[in-house]
C-alpha cells in the first residue's frame, strides 16, 4: 500500500520546444524540479508540434510542487501573449 505522501509527475504546460525549454529553466530558477516529455519527437518532427496541442511538448513537475509551478506558469503565458 502507497502512502497519502506520494508526488506523481503532472503536466503544468505544453507548448512548442522553444517554450517548454524556457518554461523549465523558469522553474528550475525557481527551485522547483521539472522534466520535458516529447522533446525528441518535437526535434525529429518540429512540425507536429502545436502550441498545447496533440504532439505539443509537456513539461512536468511533482504533484507538490503543482501550485507554486502553475503560478509561474501561468505568469509567463501572462507575459508571452
Do not use: C, H
Not at 525557481?30 to 520535458?36: D, L, N, T, V
Amino acid at each position: 500500500m502507497k502512502g497519502n505522501n506520494e508526488t506523481k509527475p503532472i503536466e503544468v504546460f505544453a507548448g512548442t520546444p522553444w517554450q517548454a525549454g524556457m518554461v523549465k529553466t523558469l522553474l528550475e530558477d525557481s527551485g522547483i524540479e521539472a522534466f520535458i516529455a516529447d522533446a525528441i519527437m518535437g526535434t525529429m518532427n518540429p512540425w507536429w508540434t502545436a502550441a498545447g496541442g496533440a504532439g505539443a511538448i509537456r513539461v512536468f513537475v511533482s504533484t507538490k510542487d503543482f501550485d507554486k509551478a502553475k503560478v509561474i506558469v501561468d505568469e509567463y503565458e501572462k507575459n508571452f501573449k
